[in-house]
């Protein structure tokens, strides 16, 4: 058996497990995405939210994780030039 840094003892997961696990995932995401195809605008209309402003709220949203995405190289490398010196990251 396989221990882990917490020293929890778990099993290689089975071909046959990933299939069942990605079937009934891939279903689950099929019926919320059917779900919220017909009736998402009654969900933004009990808020009060028009969907220009959800597209605009959602592409706010793509701007600030492609700047964390941009700016994450050059925090964790000078953050790993901090912890290890000697070690170059570029």
Do not use: Q
Not at 63 to 77: K, N
């Amino acid at each position: 058996m396989n221990e882990g840094a917490s020293g929890s003892r778990s099993r290689a997961i089975t071909l046959e497990e990933k299939k069942t696990a990605a079937i009934v995932g891939a279903f689950g995401f099929m019926i919320a995405m059917t779900a919220f195809t017909f009736i998402g605008g009654s969900i933004l209309a009990v808020f009060g939210i028009s969907l220009p402003a959800f597209r605009l709220a959602g592409g706010f949203l793509l701007l600030l994780i492609a700047l964390s995405i941009v700016g994450s190289d050059r925090i964790m490398s000078s953050a790993a030039e901090r912890r290890w010196p000697s070690v170059s990251c570029r």
